[in-house]
Nanobody, 123 residues
Framework: VQLQASGGGLVQAGGSLRLSCAAS????????MGWFRQAPGKEREFVAV????????SYSDSVKGRFTISRDNAKNAVFLQMNSLKPEDTAVYYC?????????????????WGQGTQVTVSS
């Protein structure tokens, strides 16, 4: 599975962005998909995960209620709708695929990674 994240940009606090992650490969629909982010000087952290079927999702406490992860298996894509953005959401956002479908928050359990897309939220 090859992943390509897009949709990042500069937005004011309180604004919204929608990130997309396009996947190649017929195995996409069999992977759980996650979003992670890494802010300058910080370790990469879990943001959200969605089951291969789309039937279950989970979020970090810092984004719960503001971000929504979704997927379209027919289009080989996963999305992250980000609302009510805060300056502390500023980071490079990565999508990742878990071939073993562990519904994990642990980045080391993901097999494939996209290249990242920058999100900057100004105050």
């Amino acid at each position: 599975v090859q992943l390509q994240a897009s949709g990042g940009g500069l937005v004011q606090a309180g604004g919204s962005l929608r990130l997309s992650c396009a996947a190649s490969g017929r195995a996409f629909s069999r992977n759980d998909m996650g979003w992670f982010r890494q802010a300058p000087g910080k370790e990469r952290e879990f943001v959200a995960v969605i089951r291969w079927s789309g039937g279950r999702t989970s979020y970090s406490d810092s984004v719960k209620g503001r971000f929504t992860i979704s997927r379209d298996n027919a289009k080989n894509a996963v999305f992250l709708q980000m609302n009510s953005l805060k300056p502390e959401d500023t980071a490079v956002y990565y999508c990742a695929a878990d071939n073993s479908r562990r519904f994990s928050v642990n980045e080391y359990e993901y097999d494939y990674w996209g290249q990242g897309t920058q999100v900057t939220v100004s105050s």
